[in-house]
């Protein structure tokens, strides 16, 4: 297309995703770091800050500040959040290796907890914890939380050092539970009925930790080489849905900010879930957000689902989803089809709402010229492709922006998210989208 700019220099094939803090902790949807370095570099040569309204695990953010700027972002996963302040710090290294020592020589006898207490530890439900991992591992992985919690008591601690220690525990929960390690989203292993029973899916859980702690050590000594003599740059990270309110990031900045970075949900529902399923078990097991898979969603873009079909106002999209229809399957009514139409309707009508709304809000906080770079992906849904960069294109130009430049096209080399739609098509392009506020 015309108004696309292919540009393979956007891809970065072969370079690594995981330096500095990058590799810190699994996320869904990980933003590729050279391309938010890129988009800062090209747009940001005024700015003094930078945003991310949907940070997510903190690229541009880590990204941002490596380049000298003060950076602010947020999103509505606790998970997500801590990952990002863990990847963030200002740490004392001294500190973090004395804690690091503690825990590596203790690791090879920590005292074995009851079951009953590692279930109160953890803040499951027994018949839902034993749902998703060995009794073994729910003694091991509530064992090293106690020993992280008494030694950076005993060590005196600093608040970002336990962080540290525990979002390297949170990247392991994932690994010894039943869950798919393919999946993002809460499928288990075909057997897990089985190692319920009789532990035979039991997987050790020290090793994985005391590897973590090794490699993140590794990387935030390299983080902080690299972040020398700009250690004075501030980062604030918090939970904020921007497609209710911005206020909490009006009172964090003083005032508006020069440049956006950020890559929003792709706007169907079965990769938008991704962000919570993954994040269900961490969440619970480290106290951020225990309740009930499906509650956090809620909060995300489009978690309210609109009871009526009504307009958005930009006509592609309008149209894109009037044509929508479940697909066809044998045996299905014709009520049931219309029924399953409907919902799939309701729930794009729902996210495009509710992203306009965030991009009316992202918008009043940019200050004139200023810019804002969204990496999208155009998801099909329904049948019907759903073109994210132009209507971001749109809603922004309704909102005091002009278009800058083309629209970059870019392969994905690297899928950051499952490539197969609820469709079976496949999704192997992100499109970048710049524009620039205007000056009065």
Known sequence: MKRLESMSDWDFIGQDVNENTHGFHLYPAKLNPHVARKLIKQYGKEASNIWDPFCGSGTTLVEGRLLGLNVYGN????TALQISLAKLANYDLKDVKELVSSIDNNLGSIPDLSLNKAIRISGFKKEKIMDWFTSQ??????????????????????????RFARMCLSDCIRSVSFQRSNEWKLYRVKDWRIGKNDESLYKPLIPLFRTRLCANLKAIE????????????TYHVS?????????SMRKAVKSGFDLVVTSPPYGDSPTTMAYEQFSWLPNVWLNLDRRPPGKLAKEMLGGIIAKKIDKIGYSPIDRAIEKMSARRKEGRSEKDHL????????????????????????????NPEGYVCFILGNRISG???MRMDLFTDWAFKQNGFKKVGKTKKRNIPNTRMPKANPSGSTMNHEYIVVLRKNSD
Do not use: H
Request: glycine share 2%; aromatic share 4%.
């Open 222 to 233: 390299i983080y902080s080489m690299a972040l020398e003599n700009k250690e004075n740059t």
């Open 339 to 366: 029924k399953l139409t409907k919902e799939i309707q309701l729930k794009n009508l729902s996210f495009y709402r509710d992203y306009l709304k965030s991009i009316e809000n992202i918008a009043s906080m940019v």
């Open 239 to 247: 939970k904020n849905d921007c497609a209710k309110s911005v206020d």
């Open 75 to 78: 999103d509505i996963n606790p």
């Open 383 to 385: 049948g019907q492709e």
């Open 137 to 162: 591992n729910v003694i091991e992985i509530a064992s090293c939380m106690e020993l992280i919690n008494r030694l950076g008591k005993r060590n005196n601690s600093k608040d970002e050092t336990l």
